[in-house]
């Protein structure tokens, strides 16, 4: 079993930064593919980035390229998302998730959830 919780998120004006932060517990972090996802509302989870292992390899949705920057920090089993240039769009509930797999942008394919931390952008 894995244990996530996600932190860092709140309220930013359009044009801000917010920095997510997701700690796991449970398992050897640095075995596990990392994953953010967000769902806005009315609106299905959708892959905004992943990291992998061992090898760190990074991926994002075309909508956040170039913007949002993923990292890992294996010694303190923490998972980061920098979020710069924040549009409203980006408003939303983000979910930090887990597999053991390689790297996926299906929700499906993550086993491991946490319970989400809101970001709301204010005109």
């Known amino acids: 079993q894995v244990q996530l919780v996600e932190s860092g998120g709140g309220l930013v004006q359009a044009g801000g930064s917010l920095k997510l932060s997701c700690a796991a517990s449970?398992?050897?972090?640095?075995?596990?593919?990392m994953g953010w996802f967000r769902q806005a509302p009315g609106k299905e989870r959708e892959f905004v980035a992943a990291?992998?292992?061992?090898?760190?390899?990074?991926y994002y949705a075309d909508s956040v390229k170039g913007r949002f920057t993923i990292s890992r920090d294996n010694a303190k089993n923490t998972v980061y998302l920098q979020m710069n240039s924040l549009k409203p769009e980006d408003t939303a509930v983000y979910y930090c998730?887990?597999?053991?797999?390689?790297?996926?942008?299906?929700?499906?394919?993550?086993?491991?959830w946490g319970q989400g931390t809101q970001v709301t952008l204010s005109a």
């Open positions: 998730a887990a597999r053991s797999g390689y790297y996926t942008e299906s929700v499906r394919q993550y086993d491991y």
């Open positions: 990291i992998t292992r061992p090898l760190i390899n990074t």
């Open positions: 449970g398992r050897t972090f640095s075995s596990l593919t």
